[in-house]
């Protein structure tokens, strides 16, 4: 099926001085984009000015992994180097208010299970999932499948208004959790190679994943299972980030090849491709009003108004 030329970019942004790793839009009457950058910084962009307004530095200078927001004054990020750390917004600024030191080493980020104010966070026993209290920053317990060998944790994903979750894994495995008690529900294996990256809509119960290969696998969930649906054939390998738009619509896809490929949730179509970047875009988000962030290991970040 032919793709309709590529629409340009509404802006874009550039002067972070590392490759991009994270977005995050904050609060849309901020007007604030956050960007996670591979030398550990934090970049605050003002989407009015197109310019940065600020920075945040973690200690270690490793990569930004992960950024969400626990409320709209405070924020939580995790990096590579397995530290999170907590700021909130104080007279005009970001001040640095605690941290959790996991010492786990990997790629995955954590997510927030607002029902139950809990943090979870990759540990440093593989596989495993740890859990902290939200308010004392402590650890309450640890989520790990002990009858599988599935390698590290690759991603991870929250259900709305839920305290279920997924995992997506090194061995191509993608397990649905349950924090409250404390079990795996299901997992189900969708690729032969590590799941790179997931998302899932629980208004439209759809679950796309992606990996190293051309191939993009979707799934359901029926009564705590996780049931395989359609596999899209891409023109080339590679999947760094998948973002489905909170209005259900369509979803993003970051790849290898440079390229951002935008999808109908409905029927899986193909709608546009945009070639803006000349690097692997990285990650992605939506926000609330439906722009597209797009991040590069070229150091540029474009905005996108997409359908």
Known sequence: MSVPGPPDPVFTLRGSGSPITYLKFSDPSTQQLFSGSEDGTIHIWDLKTHRSKGTLKTSSGQSVLWMEFISSDQLVTFGKDGVAHIYKAADGSWKHTGEI???????????????????????????????????????????????????????????????????????????????????????????????????????????????????????????NQIMKGSRLEIKNPGFNDIRIRGDHKIFATAGWDHTVRIFGVKKLRPLAVLTYHKDSVQCLDFSRDNMLACGSKDQHISLWKIY
Not at 181 to 197: A, G
């Open 101 to 223: 030191r996991t010492s786990a080493m990997g790629f995955c980020g954590g997510i927030i299970l607002r029902q139950d104010n809990l943090l979870a966070l990759p540990s440093n026993k593989t596989s495993a999932i740890d859990l902290y209290d939200l308010k004392t920053l402590q650890k309450v317990r640890s989520l790990f499948d002990s009858s599988s060998k599935l390698g590290m944790t690759m991603s991870i994903k929250s259900i709305a208004d839920s305290s279920q979750f997924f995992v997506g894994y090194e061995d191509g495995s993608i397990g649905l959790w349950d924090s409250k008690h404390s079990e795996i529900l299901d997992r189900t294996k969708f690729f032969e190679e590590c799941v790179m990256c997931l998302d899932y809509s629980s208004g439209a119960n759809l679950g796309i994943c992606g990996s190293p290969s051309n191939m993009l696998s979707t799934w359901s969930t029926t009564e």
